[in-house]
């Protein structure tokens, strides 16, 4: 299985995901929230790659669908991908069926083209499906512990930096909770 590489260390994650905002500072000095342990996960995706044709021209467009929470982005890291397995951290189990994901990267990529290409000119639809794969995301996860019995996560994508969105996070709360039933 293909995955993204870890461009942070774990020290940056921390860094990082070190809230500095007065409320935290507050919060935190009257023990609503203590720091928790930070830890390397890896999210699977799921990879499609259509063809895209219009009246004139074909293509083809890769969009990723998250396999625990169903988030869809194009997908545009594909010479980052590495042959190689998940380093440390725990790998999270897909929730999605792969058929499931297929259905839902076709339909979040024509809401997108629709969206972004409005009633000017030739839309460009999504046709067959050329490939498909599961490929792993690093992201770090700090576990924050919010009053006595609240547990709450960040994320940190490990492979560009950015802070995870809130959709991932909930897949991530879904995987672990799932896990944990097994």
């Given at each position: 299985m293909r995955r993204l590489p870890v461009c942070l260390s774990g020290d940056e994650a921390r860094s990082r995901l070190r809230r500095r905002s007065r409320l935290d500072w507050i919060l935190r000095r009257h023990g609503g929230e203590?720091?928790?342990?930070?830890?390397?996960?890896?999210?699977?995706?799921?990879?499609?790659?259509?063809?895209?044709?219009?009246?004139?021209?074909?293509?083809?467009?890769?969009?990723s669908v998250d396999a625990c929470s169903g988030a869809f982005a194009?997908?545009?890291?594909?010479?980052?991908?590495?042959?190689?397995?998940?380093?440390?951290?725990?790998?999270?189990?897909?929730?999605?069926?792969?058929?499931?994901?297929?259905?839902?990267g076709r339909?979040?990529?024509?809401?997108?083209?629709?969206?972004?290409?409005?009633?000017?000119?030739?839309?460009?639809?999504?046709?067959?499906?050329?490939?498909?794969?599961?490929?792993?995301?690093?992201f770090w996860v700090k576990?924050?512990?919010?009053?006595?019995?609240?547990?709450d996560i960040r994320l940190l994508n490990a492979a560009t930096g950015e802070a995870g969105g809130n959709q991932t996070r909930v897949g991530v709360l879904h995987a672990f909770v799932a896990t944990s039933r097994r």
């Open positions: 203590r720091e928790g342990r930070v830890e390397l996960i890896w999210v699977p995706h799921c990879l499609f790659t259509f063809e895209m044709e219009t009246a004139r021209d074909f293509g083809e467009t890769t969009v194009i997908f545009q890291m594909e010479e980052d991908l590495l042959d190689a397995p998940a380093g440390d951290g725990e790998v999270l189990s897909s929730l999605l069926l792969p058929e499931e994901a297929e259905k839902r339909d979040k990529l024509l809401q997108a083209i629709m969206r972004r290409r409005g009633s000017q000119g030739p839309k460009p639809a999504p046709g067959r499906l050329l490939r498909s794969e599961t490929v792993l995301f690093p576990y924050v512990h919010r009053g006595k019995d609240r547990l």
